[in-house]
């Protein structure tokens, strides 16, 4: 892992000077097995420092099929994460009563017990069995930007579980009127979804098999390496030697002109490019700082970005097939009919991925180092982590095999010393089905929305007077930080492999900036939250330190116009966005 901040100067091809800053891809643990962890003599690549996975596009792993294999149920992956989590749980609780085993609880004795959460929701929707059917391939598909309602209700059942036995978990009346007692936080249902590894402080009610929990125990989060305590604030002022990076989403390559609002995709992408390439466009867009506030005096220069992350989103959902083949036709036959007009562009399947190739080439041919994340519409396995692209899928940006990471999604990489975490955001989008919070607790939801939930109440005296709401994407992103796992609702709800012995969705390490993209709107935050220092291992947990981490909601670039540009150095936010045409006549 790298230490060092260190930055200098390149000269891109096109003559533009450009920051630069450290860089070491490390999403080989989404794509490879740990050594120990092959099975049948298989091997890693022990000549690769960071995995089995190049950096470079078109190199393949030579233990994925170790790694992504079905021959494991699904049961091993909440095992491995629960072994992975245990001492982590416990690591802040003083003078607990540890029992091993939820089968060895007694009744009416207070104890501490570690197991994963089970979430009964009786309004979450049956198990979705279309993929049986002859649909056609041109339905519609969910976008991950568009999550549906929340499922929590007031008749929700929360259990623990491990490998011995389940209890049912009940807030304990002196919890609730108390808050947080302990050092851990009371029991409330509405912030837990399936798959999260907690740690419970109870009494089990005689002969009922249902806890009283007193407090709930989160795995405490492993430092980061570089120092970022309150002796080194994140606000400092600018300087000519910063280096930034470009968080990027929703490009929807391929998509229909005008159909994600009044101006062309195409056209912000242009835009976009003017504007990396060192061009004075600033009348075009309009720049925000983390808090919303316009500051188009300090708009950073296109040679300051030192990398661009993409982060989903690129290529747009094909709305039909011309061919029987789901991605389309890639021969080099021309059609018979001689008249061009006859094939309709917009049908072609294979126009996103090549639309998208173009404009990942030009970012290259600029002298801008690019991570491409695959998405719910590329050309890509569904269950997570998914594959980086296959280099055959990209002739043109290929061609620049230095500039160019395609890298799994989810991702993970040290930029200038900072580890940064990310993904699409569908992980975010399912995961936000299952949270909720009261509609009074935060005023962040529109009108509009609290009607439409209040007018879903409407009729039922039994419910109570106050409705619950979907959290906030930012919301849901701090509670998988605060869960310490990327993805907690898979296998549950989000396909997953079904890996065995080890969880690489478990994060580690306190990461310095953490996003996820395709979201609504842009919003950031920075959570501080107690660590321990060295790595997530039994043996190397320390003392309790501070750490804080930068979180990044990216809004989709075909719907708002805006990317986030990131201060290496400081992690401070600005948002550029691309203004429409008819806003520049006003």
């Avoid at 990398?307 to 747009?316: E, S, T």
């Avoid at 008249?339 to 090549?354: A, E, G, Q, V, Y």
Wanted: proline letters at 6%.
């Amino acid at each position: 892992m790298l230490n060092e901040n260190s930055k200098s100067t390149t000269i891109a091809d096109n003559g533009c000077i450009r920051a630069w800053a450290s860089y070491k891809p490390d999403w080989d643990l989404f794509s490879s097995t740990p050594p120990t962890l092959i099975k049948n003599g298989a091997t890693t690549n022990t000549t690769n420092p960071t995995g089995g996975r190049s950096s470079k596009i078109g190199e393949e792993s030579k233990t994925d099929s170790a790694c992504h294999s079905y021959d494991f149920q699904y049961s091993h992956v909440y095992q491995a994460r629960l072994m992975m989590l245990r001492e982590r749980c416990i690591s802040s609780i003083p003078n607990a009563n540890i029992i091993p085993r939820i089968i060895e609880l007694n009744d009416e004795e207070t104890v501490t017990v570690v197991g994963t959460i089970v979430k009964n929701s009786p309004s979450r929707p049956a198990v979705d069995t279309s993929y049986h059917s002859h649909a056609p391939l041109d339905k519609k598909n969910e976008d991950v930007r568009e999550p549906l309602r929340t499922v929590c209700g007031y008749d929700d059942e929360l259990f623990l579980e491990d490998g011995s036995g389940r209890v049912e978990l009940l807030a304990a009346k002196e919890a609730k009127e108390n808050g947080q007692i302990g050092g851990g936080e009371p029991l409330d249902i509405n912030s837990l979804a399936t798959g999260v590894v907690v740690a419970v402080t109870g009494k089990v009610r005689p002969n009922t098999g249902i806890m009283d929990v007193q407090t709930v125990h989160f795995p405490t989060v492993v430092s980061q390496e570089r120092d970022s305590g309150p002796d080194q604030p994140m606000e400092s002022e600018e300087t000519d030697d910063d280096a930034y990076i470009m968080l990027l989403s929703g490009l929807h390559c391929g998509a229909v002109e005008g159909e994600n609002g009044h101006i062309s995709t195409s056209l912000r992408r242009e835009m976009l490019l003017d504007y990396l390439s060192g061009m004075d466009i600033s009348s075009l867009f309009a720049c925000q700082n983390g808090e919303g506030q316009l500051q188009n005096n300090i708009i950073p220069q296109g040679s300051k970005i030192c990398r661009i992350i993409v982060a989903g989103g690129g290529c747009a959902k094909t709305t039909s097939f011309t061919t029987t083949s789901p991605f389309g036709d890639w021969s080099s036959k021309k059609p018979k009919s001689s008249s061009s007009s006859s094939t309709n562009l917009t049908d072609d399947s294979t126009l996103p991925i090549r639309e998208l190739d173009l404009f990942l080439a030009q970012l290259c041919a600029a002298g801008i180092p690019t991570d491409y994340l695959p998405s719910v519409h590329d050309p890509t396995n569904i269950n997570w982590p998914q594959k980086p692209l296959h280099s055959c899928l990209l002739p043109h940006s290929g061609t620049y095999p230095n500039m160019l990471a395609t890298s799994t999604n989810p991702y993970k990489s040290t930029i200038g010393g900072n580890i940064v975490l990310g993904s699409d955001g569908a992980n975010i989008a399912d995961i936000r089905q299952y949270l909720a919070r009261n509609s009074d607790d935060n005023n962040n939801h529109t009108q509009e929305e609290n009607d439409d939930e209040e007018k879903e109440m409407d009729g039922d005296s039994s419910m109570p007077s106050k409705s619950l709401t979907t959290v906030t994407m930012l919301e849901a992103l701090t509670s998988t930080l605060k869960f310490s796992h990327i993805a907690p609702t898979g296998p549950d709800s989000l396909p997953t492999f079904p890996f065995h012995g080890f969880d690489p969705f478990v994060i580690d390490q306190a990461p310095h900036l953490y996003f996820c993209g395709n979201c609504d709107s842009y919003e950031t935050s920075i959570m501080e939250h107690e660590s321990i220092g060295g790595r997530a291992s039994e043996d190397t947990l320390g003392a309790t330190k501070k750490s804080r981490t930068r979180l990044v909601c990216v809004p989709s670039f075909a719907d708002a116009g805006e990317v986030v540009l990131v201060n290496v150095k400081t992690l401070d936010c600005q948002v550029l966005q691309f203004q429409e045409i008819c806003d520049l006549r006003e």
